[in-house]
């Protein structure tokens, strides 16, 4: 086995670091990164977490502490990346004797801690070195169940354009095992926010993908010199090879001896079974796991289907007679794109209506009285929404609306199970949760619009009444966020809502949870996507149409309405930074 050379830097480090273990021992740090309405689950779980440690018969000679933390005072939580400064800030949460941080969702399963401490006890065993007889997990590294792109994706910024399949990410729902020493460069590196240069975008999109490739581009291995990827310390000069190398490169291998990437881990799987079929094995790892057979792990962590914030137990009966679907379309797309919604999910959404640029009693459209433009549309968006709530006024029993795109397809039995387990008489915003800026104080979550954004009557009623965009053309659904959070309304994400197609995706997210809703039609046959993912059966005509008859800046109020400050954060008021999927 090739023994690492430290450089001095390393070996005072190692040499501090075993001192404060013989002082206070090691800690294990379980984190559950929980949104504010699964509180009450994640007490719950801790709670569980600990029963575990006093039931399980845990060895004496794994000499680890213990401890949970929910986390869930952050309006960035989920990214993982941006709430990284909160751990800085926690002086007594991530200390120099934490070895190991197990990174959770509010719906990651802990299937057994006795055995999770037996498969990090092994790895100790085998991994770290001795120094004065002390083992120190110093390797800078991390572990989960490898998730991979099978082809280029703007889901991930079309990262790897080259070869995108050869780029492991974790699942973070399963859960995801850091060792000390990686958490804390990592917390490092993102508080002194030296470098945002490394960040490619400035939009959160998918957090798993965004972290590996944030430690892929800005740190290298322990003894590899100063810890991060470039002498500038911030990875800006491998950008370039590093978003298109390939595994039939020539310099590939070596690559990948400089860089560190998700090492898959047998004991954490996308659900509850043994792992063995499961397991990705890593690049570095692969030869060795085809050479002879393991034998099969059991599942310590895993990841469980989202379930809505309310329990099943107070879910009302909801059906697609509850829901207003409120559908953008224009003149240019009628003939294309409508006729396929007209066979796929319309006749679970019999309230449903067209707003165009153009009336058109043939299908029927109703004119927003706004001309179309190409990006943005937050003026349209508002006008629909205006209509809208005339429309439900004039209802009974609406419930929701949901604002879809004209190329969204969509399970309207799914949606309806989903919003009966919500409250829909309080203030209710749901989607594919993005975020912007986040780790800027001017940042903020949205829904994006593709995936579907479901508002409910009451929180319809107050975006009417507070809502305004800066410009016509300033991108609607970041917009309607930015409102929505500066009045105080959590951006609550929907996994089973996707903004792209099923082949963005990973496989293993879209088996977990049964998808809701896809978006785009470019190289797909949208009846075919409707029929696999959405578990439609396709319509030979269309349903009747229901009627009329059946913590940021202070925002300025003007006329009632919420405007946005002088200072939007960078670009917000024009289509310039609408990330368009």
Known sequence: ???????????????????????????????????RQAAEHCRTWRDNLRQQQISDKIPKDYDYAIKVHIMH???NYWTLLDALPYLRGKTRLLNANTDWIIWCQHNTHVASLR?????????????HQLFFLISFPFQLAYYGHALYDTEATIVHHFANYKDPTWFPYPMLSAGVVFTGALLRRLVELVALNAPNATRHSEFAIDAAHELARFIFDNIAPAGDGSGSSSSSGNGSNNVDSNISISKDDNDFVDMLQRKIILKSADYICPWARVSAAWSLASLETTAAATAKESTPVSCVLHAKPEMAAGSAVHCVHTTGAHIYFAIKTCAKFHKERIPIIERTWAPDAIRRKYYSDVADDGIPTTNTGL????????AKTLAILQLSLKDINELTDIRWLMLVDDDTLLSVP???????????????YLGERYGYRLYAPDGFNYHTGGAGIVLSVPLLRLVVQRCSCPTA????????????????VTATHVPALHQARPQDYASELLQLNAPISFHKYWHTTPEHTYKRWLGGALGNASSAHATAKDRRAAPLILNGLLQLPNQLPAGLEGPSKHLDL
């Open 414 to 428: 799914r949606l309806s199970k989903l919003l009966g387990c919500y409250n829909h008489t309080n203030h209710i």
């Open 1 to 35: 086995m090739h023994k690492m050379q430290l450089g001095p830097s390393w070996q005072i480090l190692l040499f501090l670091t075993c001192l404060v273990r013989l002082c206070n021992g090691s800690e294990i740090l379980l984190l559950i990164s929980c949104p």
């Open 473 to 488: 053309s300033a991108p609607d659904d970041m917009i309607l966020g930015y409102c929505l959070q500066a009045l105080g």
């Open 115 to 127: 055995g999770l401490l037996d498969q990090l006890h092994q790895r100790d065993a085998q991994e």
């Open 371 to 378: 001309p179309n433009v190409l990006t943005g549309h937050c």
């Open 73 to 75: 005072e952050l309006f």
